[in-house]
């Protein structure tokens, strides 16, 4: 279970909260009055959530190709828009 902690503690706290997350691979979630804002998690548990999304987004990629109607070149569509 993630730890809470507020955005005036992790700022007293910023160098142990940093080692808690990246060390100890823990998951923190800072909060201010007391609704939750941000997480600060380690870099294997972002890397791994970025692999997530590039798998969805590929998923979702396959479907589109895959969808029926009129396809056109990708430099046809960025010259339509201007790219």
């Known amino acids: 279970m993630p730890t809470k902690i507020s955005t005036a503690d992790a700022r007293?706290?910023?160098s142990d909260i940093v080692n808690?997350?990246?060390f100890g691979k823990e998951t923190i979630i800072l909060t201010r009055q007391g609704k939750e804002i941000a997480a600060l998690v380690g870099m294997d548990e972002l890397r791994l959530l970025q692999e997530i999304e590039?798998?969805?987004?590929?998923?979702?990629a396959i479907k589109a190709i895959n969808e029926p109607g009129n396809n056109i070149p990708?430099?046809?569509?960025?010259?339509?828009?201007?790219?």
């Open 12 to 14: 007293k706290n910023f």
């Open 54 to 60: 590039d798998h969805i987004d590929i998923e979702d």
């Open 20 to 22: 808690r997350a990246s």
């Open 74 to 83: 990708a430099d046809q569509f960025w010259k339509k828009l201007g790219l």
